[in-house]
């Protein structure tokens, strides 16, 4: 039993390194070298927990074992939500959901909390990771729907299950954004010397005629007026 000022605690924290040390090692002797470190913490209302984690009050402390898909999970949905910076408070709502139900699947929740969790954080958690792993291998000109299912060990139909969800489709969200990191790319000054063959495939495009074809139908000019406009100081912010 956790000691009566921990129960007593409104709030419920929770740690975890985003980084780690690395280490060298040989015959019977080990070397480490310590890196810096950056942690993420989270501190939730204690009554928001309690019912969803099986045993809350029996250790004080709960070590959380590497490689723990619901903590990988909790991780890349904190990560999401802060760099999306939600503004209308029911997003808000249901994010603070989505944590507590990844903070309960880690660390150890109920049967009905673990189910709930399915149902609502651990799904939101898993698409923000898809939309990760697609955006980190976007410059992949033959990225598909199985590629990133096993790397998330899951199905394509899954993949293909959670975008729906969300009105969206995988195809149409690969599109969306190497659209939208071409045309960064190419408001950038700093890559005006960037060929627009490169733009289009370093983002990801394998056929220049298709890439200037949707490009202009997704913003209304070619991608060397944009260029051209970025130069001038004319882009609309």
Known sequence: MAPAHLREEPYWPLSSPLTRSTSLAWSDRQIVRPTSVRFIGLRV???????????????PIRIVPRGTEALDLLLVYAGAITAERLQKPELRRLAVTHIHDLIAATVGATRDALASAERRGIRAARLRAMMADITVNLDDCDLKVA?????????????????EREGLTFSAFVLDRRLSRAHRFLSEPRLADLKISSVAFDVGFGDLSYFNRVFRRRYGATPSEIRQAAKRGDLPH
Not at 46 to 57: C, E, K, M, N, T
């Open 45 to 59: 209302p204690r009554r928001a927990i309690a019912p969803l984690v099986s045993g809350l009050d029996d250790t």
């Open 147 to 163: 590629d990133v299912a096993q790397r998330q060990r899951v199905t394509t139909r899954y993949v293909h299950k959670l975008f």
